[in-house]
């Protein structure tokens, strides 16, 4: 299995086990990030946490009860007419986002081209960014057989 699928897949697994029922918001932004940026790299960081990375951290992505927090690591210097970021951070914003069609904004998409570019620009530094947490690590969690369930019925 390639590094690519085995992130995928631990993915696909942190969906399961956090919130299934966001799986398709889930699954939209990471095709919006992939069709955006073809070369990003999907990995988890330290904490678990589901990045996108491209000369450094590009974007991640956190499960909430009822929304998926899609932020980027230093959103504070990205520039948004559109009004989507929030937070007050230091360098870090976010986008709660609620459902599938929220994707489809093309501001989004123009957040993610500027946070590529300030990494093409100034990428972060290889001591600086999180060691991917799937090198050398078997995967041993594992989701109860109800959420495996309710995670392969949604269409």
């Not at 990471?30 to 990995?43: D, H, M, N, S």
């Not at 093409?120 to 050398?136: A, E, F, H, N, Y």
Request: positive net charge; proline residues 6%; glycine residues 6%.
């Amino acid at each position: 299995m390639s590094e690519a699928d085995r992130a995928s897949a631990a993915i696909d697994l942190y969906v399961a086990r956090e919130n299934p029922a966001l799986f398709k918001v889930v699954d939209a932004l990471r095709a919006l990030v992939k069709r955006t940026i073809p070369k990003a790299r999907e990995a988890l960081n330290p904490w678990g946490v589901p990045v996108f990375e491209f000369n450094g951290p590009l974007c991640y992505i956190r499960l909430g009860k009822k929304h998926v927090t899609f932020g980027f690591p230093r959103g504070s210097v990205l520039k948004d007419p559109g009004k989507l970021l929030e937070g007050e951070g230091r360098n870090l914003r976010h986008i709660k986002i609620t459902d599938v069609a929220q994707t489809r904004d093309p501001n989004l998409k123009q957040l993610l081209l500027q946070a590529k570019a300030l990494n093409d620009k100034t990428p972060v530094s290889q001591s600086l960014r999180p060691k991917d947490q799937l090198r050398g690590k078997s995967q041993k969690k594992k989701v109860s057989r109800a959420q495996q369930s309710a995670w392969e019925n949604l269409e």
